[in-house]
């Protein structure tokens, strides 16, 4: 069983850039795809991006392509998501979630799916203000 940990959220202005991370113990981390999520008040939990095991792979919501990046540093058990030109409508906690198996699933139904996801971290704000 994975254990996740997010940090790095936080409170910035339109256009700037924020850098989650997400440390994972408790398995072999680069067995695991990792994605990120966020909710608003009020909003259904959103997906963000997800990440391969090995890292090779990424896939982005379109909201978010081209502004966020997904990484990860398996030997630090660690995922990060670099935030770039933030936008007030970013504003949500976001989360780490995890399933074993490293590879993307083929299907975007199932990579965006909250309920594909067994592993949870506890959140970390993120306000853009305007």
């Known amino acids: 069983q994975v254990h996740l940990v997010e940090s790095g959220g936080g409170l910035v202005q339109a256009g700037d850039s924020l850098r989650l991370?997400?440390?994972a113990s408790g398995g072999t981390f680069s067995n695991y795809r990792t994605a990120w999520?966020?909710?608003?008040?009020?909003?259904?939990?959103e997906f963000v991006?997800?990440?391969?095991?090995?890292?090779?792979a990424t896939f982005y919501?379109?909201?978010v392509q081209g502004r966020f990046t997904a990484s990860?540093?398996?030997?630090?058990?660690?995922?990060h998501l670099r935030m770039n030109s933030l936008k007030p409508e970013d504003t949500a906690v976001?989360?780490?979630a995890?399933?074993?198996?490293?590879?993307?699933?083929?299907?975007?139904?199932?990579?965006?799916?909250?309920?594909?996801?067994?592993?949870?971290?506890?959140?970390?704000q993120v306000t853009v203000s305007s």
Request: aromatic residues 10%.
């Open 21 to 23: 991370s997400c440390v």
């Open 37 to 45: 999520f966020r909710q608003a008040p009020g909003k259904e939990r």
């Open 98 to 124: 995890a399933v074993q198996g490293p590879i993307l699933p083929p299907s975007a139904r199932s990579r965006s799916n909250p309920n594909s996801y067994p592993y949870w971290g506890q959140g970390t």
């Open 49 to 56: 991006a997800i990440i391969s095991g090995s890292g090779a």
């Open 94 to 96: 976001y989360y780490c």
């Open 61 to 63: 919501a379109a909201s």
């Open 72 to 79: 990860r540093d398996n030997a630090q058990n660690s995922v």
